[in-house]
C-alpha cells in the first residue's frame, strides 16, 4: 500500500488536566517538566500517542503512569493545535481533564515527576498553552456539573451534605443556601443516609451519606437543577 509520502508528518499528543478535592478546597495536579524548553517550570501532565494506541489509551497510560491510577473519571475535553503552541516541532495535543478523590490517592502519587497538588484559585504559571486547557476543563467541569452528578467522582466513599456543599461551592465560586441545596440534592434519589455522624467538625454532627452506584450509573444523564442559570458558567 502506499505512503502519505508528500504530506508532512506532526506529533499528536495528550494532555491531562486533573481535578481533585480534598474535602475544603478544589485542586489542580501539575508536574514540573523535565525537558527543555522550559525544564523545571509548572506543566500539566502529559505525553505523546504511541502508534499502537488510541488517544483514550494514551491518556489513560499518561495518568496511571504518573498516579497509579486505572478506574477514574477521564473525559475528552477538546483538541490545541495552534501551529507554535511547541516551540520544539509542530505538535496537536487533545487534551482530557480526570476527576478524583486526593484523600484516597494521595499516596500513590509518584514523586518521579515532582507533583503537586495546587489550589484551583492559585496556582503557579503553566507552559505553553496549558492555561488554556484548564481554563476550558473548569468551563466544562462547571456546565456538566449543573446538569448531571459528575462532581460525586471526586468525593470518598462516605461524605457529608456540607462537604457536598462545599464542593459545589468551590466549582462554581458561590455561596449556596443550605436547605435549598440539600433539598435538591435529595430530591436526586441517588444518596443512602448512612446511620453513622461525622463529629470532627460540629458538636451535633452531619451526617454521613453514599453514593448509590446503581442509581448513579442509570440516572447520569438526568437534569439535575442544582445550580441556577447553569448556561452562564460555559463558554
Not at 65 to 83: A, H, I, M, Q, R
Not at 160 to 187: A, C, G, H, W
Request: proline letters at 5%; a positive charge.
Amino acid at each position: 500500500m502506499t505512503k502519505y509520502n508528500h504530506q508532512t508528518k506532526l506529533l499528536l499528543a495528550t494532555d491531562c488536566i486533573i481535578f481533585g478535592f480534598d474535602g475544603r478546597q478544589l485542586k489542580l495536579l501539575l508536574v514540573q517538566r523535565a525537558l527543555e524548553p522550559e525544564a523545571g517550570k509548572w506543566s500539566l501532565v502529559g505525553g505523546f500517542v504511541q502508534p499502537n494506541e488510541s488517544l483514550d489509551q494514551a491518556a489513560s497510560r499518561v495518568l496511571h503512569k504518573l498516579t497509579g491510577l486505572s478506574d477514574v473519571y477521564l473525559e475528552e475535553l477538546s483538541t490545541f493545535s495552534e501551529p507554535s503552541r511547541d516551540p520544539v516541532e509542530r505538535t496537536v495535543s487533545v487534551a482530557y481533564f480526570a476527576l478524583i478523590d486526593i484523600n484516597k490517592y494521595k499516596q500513590q502519587i509518584t514523586a518521579d515527576y515532582h507533583a503537586e497538588w495546587f489550589d484551583l484559585n492559585k496556582y503557579p504559571k503553566l507552559i505553553f498553552d496549558h492555561q488554556e486547557m484548564v481554563d476550558k476543563a473548569k468551563a466544562r467541569l462547571r456546565y456538566k456539573a449543573a446538569f448531571h452528578p459528575i462532581l460525586f467522582e471526586l468525593l470518598p466513599p462516605k461524605f457529608t451534605l456540607p462537604q457536598l456543599q462545599s464542593l459545589y461551592e468551590e466549582v462554581y465560586n458561590i455561596e449556596m443556601d443550605k436547605r435549598n441545596f440539600s433539598r435538591k440534592i435529595l430530591s436526586m434519589n441517588l444518596l443512602e443516609k448512612l446511620d453513622e455522624k461525622d463529629k470532627e467538625n460540629s458538636k451535633k454532627g452531619a451526617w454521613f451519606y453514599k453514593l448509590n452506584k446503581k442509581k448513579y450509573k442509570a440516572n447520569f444523564h438526568s437534569v439535575a437543577t442544582i445550580i441556577p442559570n447553569p448556561d452562564i458558567y460555559y463558554s
